[in-house]
């Protein structure tokens, strides 16, 4: 009895002790904590809206773009999202996740009908309040995820969405995107912007259940979205264009702001030269093996070196607008804007060139913008850019007369055009060469030919200079490099691969040394 007293004693003076009060404390504290989340609803749509509602209940642009800079970043950043819009003057809109009414006034300015969807009523109500004089405009309570929300197939001009998919699921958005498709006549468009990767407003939150993505996961969701109507024809989405919000690089060199225009197209309709690049020339694989021999962020010959080489002709002086055409990867404007403290757009025909550039960025923190664009369809005022910079791309443009004048306008007076590309000799090609220019699909023209398109379209003080030499040399830094590392690529790639490349690149140091394969670049002025 005596034993057993001390026993209880000495258990009563181990549960006193500083330890096993924590203990007790740390459980009582994580049963209080399970007993607050089997609370909290733990659905999708539940978390969400009990997101939203905290986050609404001051109902104004702060809390609608969660950043104490908002009323600045608005009035900046409203006017560029509305200028990517397609037309839609007198045709049918729906905003999802129209919120206290951001875009929806600008919206119904010209729209000829309106409906702007939200699923937190004070905030609905509010947009109501503030643009219901609008008499094209109807206003709807709904979650944008729930099968109650019906939109009659075929009947929408545009679908337009603002920081709405990051509010659903992985499921829940390639749900939305299906019956997007649906809602859209043919030809219609589909417009949304999204923050990736990360956060960017300032606002402090108590928890943030916002899916921060790769721009890769919402290329994909909508590009592989299909439909038949009822008398079997097949419809899909188009990319029509993708880039990073300009206001968000430029006020906090933020890249992650990303926007997608989408067209409904008939599948057997052609899509040309982006779906050849995506899908042959510079799929995601493709451009990974590229990369391992120029090196990360570069896709034409020479990569970082060849870079450094060709800007110090450009003169570059802090705060000057460079634009930068076929920008692959982004490395050489990565570049640019680090080294010179300079504004770079890039731009790109192929989305996957595009969003690995976003990705190379993303970190960088410098002032760069991209955009998957193509060059022969895209405006800019005139006297935007000091320079013009395009690297080995040009052989892709059939009609370079055309855009080479969009580049003389483009140019602000005193600025540069420089550019390197492939040219051929001015005899007859052999077959070897002429299979090669054919199976790429490339445009390639002799130096004095490129020389006399540029002083036709404007520029002055042209030169063009043969750097084949310089071509053949770094061909070979590369190739012994690739030599040198040829283990590791065979474990990143394939055996097969490497074989290929190297082939490849040995195939252009012939072409070179015969004088068929010439390396050209050019440099002109706009007085």
């Not at 004070?122 to 929300?149: Q, R, T, W, Y």
């Amino acid at each position: 009895m005596e034993v057993r007293r001390r026993e209880l004693n000495n258990t009563l003076k181990l549960s006193a002790s500083p330890f096993l009060l924590l203990l007790l404390l740390l459980l009582l504290l994580s049963i209080k904590s399970m007993a607050s989340l089997a609370a909290t609803p733990q659905d999708e749509r539940g978390v969400q809206r009990s997101y939203w509602i905290d986050q609404t209940a001051e109902l104004s642009v702060e809390s609608m773009m969660l950043d104490s800079n908002a009323s600045h970043l608005d009035k900046e950043e409203r006017p560029e999202v509305l200028s990517l819009l397609p037309e839609y003057e007198g045709k049918s809109v729906v905003e999802l996740g129209a919120g206290i009414g951001r875009f929806t006034g600008d919206l119904a300015l010209k729209a000829g009908q309106l409906l702007a969807v939200d699923f937190i009523e004070s905030a609905i109500k509010k947009n109501e309040s503030i643009n219901g004089h609008h008499k094209n405009v109807k206003f709807m309570c709904a979650d944008v995820a729930s099968p109650s929300l019906h939109i009659p197939e075929g009947s929408v001009d545009l679908i337009f969405s603002n920081w709405l998919l990051m509010y659903l699921s992985d499921k829940e958005v390639e749900n939305l995107a299906a019956r997007m498709i649906k809602w859209l006549k043919v030809g219609g468009h589909i417009f949304f912007r999204e923050s990736c990767f990360h956060q960017s407003g300032d606002s402090k939150r108590k928890y943030n259940p916002t899916h921060y993505r790769e721009p890769s996961f919402y290329t994909k969701a909508f590009k592989e979205c299909r439909m038949s109507d009822d008398t079997g024809n097949s419809f899909e989405l188009s990319l029509v264009g993708c880039k990073c919000i300009g206001a968000y690089v430029r006020n906090k060199k933020n890249q992650n702001q990303i926007c997608w225009i989408w067209q409904k197209v008939r599948s057997q309709d052609d899509k040309g030269f982006q779906r050849f690049l995506d899908g042959v020339e510079y799929n995601h694989k493709d451009i990974l093996l590229y990369e391992s021999v120029f090196g990360k962020g570069f896709v034409s010959t020479g990569g970082i070196e060849t870079t450094k080489e060709f800007v110090t002709k450009l003169g570059l002086k802090p705060g000057q607008e460079v634009l930068d055409v076929g920008c692959g990867t982004g490395g050489a404007d990565i570049y640019m804007a680090q080294n010179f403290d300079v504004e770079v757009v890039g731009i790109d025909l192929s989305i996957n060139m595009i969003s690995l550039a976003i990705e190379r960025a993303f970190e960088q923190k410098v002032s760069v913008e991209f955009e998957c664009a193509d060059c022969t369809r895209k405006t800019y005022p005139e006297n935007t850019f000091d320079v013009i910079y395009t690297r080995d791309s040009m052989l892709h443009v059939k009609d370079k007369p055309s855009l080479f004048r969009s580049f003389h306008k483009w140019l602000k007076p005193g600025g540069t055009l420089l550019i390197t590309d492939y040219c051929k000799n001015e005899g007859t090609l052999s077959s070897e060469y002429a299979e090669y220019i054919q199976k790429g699909g490339y445009y390639i023209h002799g130096m004095k030919a490129y020389c006399q398109m540029l002083e036709n379209a404007g520029f002055d003080d042209v030169i063009a200079e043969d750097i084949t030499n310089l071509f053949m040399k770094t061909l070979q830094q590369e190739l012994n490099a690739l030599e040198n590392k040829k283990d590791d690529f065979i474990d990143e790639f394939s055996q097969e691969d490497y074989n290929e490349i190297t082939e490849r690149w040995k195939a252009k140091q012939k072409r070179a040394a015969d004088g068929e394969q010439i390396w050209g670049l050019f440099i002109g002025k706009k007085k």
